[in-house]
């Protein structure tokens, strides 16, 4: 007798029906279409929040060059759309950018939580088919 997987015994002779049922399985998971598109968001979710932390580090030593001036981010970059609407010196929007990981990461994990239930919800329906 020989363990496979999970725990699972089976005797030389069934190996081989025990194998097609694995590969079956396993088979199952790739096709599953709502486990692929969840894995393209986590993907997707991963890369944008890496994106936001590096861009909002970037914005940060930037903003070094402006140190002590007294003009609004509107006046200093008036052709960036959303600057427009933030009426903030430069040193004060530099604070807000270097305190900005703790929001965003509180942000992440929301999401990845919402996919997570998404997923579960999914996979929880899709038993009570079969």
Avoid: C
Wanted: net charge positive; hydrophobic share 45%; no cysteine.
């Amino acid at each position: 007798m020989y363990e496979l997987g999970g725990g699972s015994v089976a005797k030389v002779r069934n190996l081989h029906r025990y194998v097609k049922v694995w590969n079956y399985r396993l088979m199952r998971i790739v096709h599953y279409l709502e486990y692929r598109e969840w894995q393209r968001q986590r993907v997707q979710t991963n890369d944008t929040m890496i994106g936001l932390l590096a861009g909002s580090k970037l914005a940060s030593q930037t903003l070094m060059l402006t140190a002590g001036s007294k003009l609004l981010m509107s006046d200093i970059f008036p052709d960036i759309g959303h600057v427009r609407r933030i009426i903030l010196t430069t040193g004060k929007a530099r604070e807000v950018l270097e305190d900005a990981e703790q929001l965003l990461g509180i942000l992440a994990v929301r999401r990845v939580m919402a996919l997570q239930e998404d997923l579960m919800v999914g996979r929880l329906e899709l038993l009570e088919k079969m």
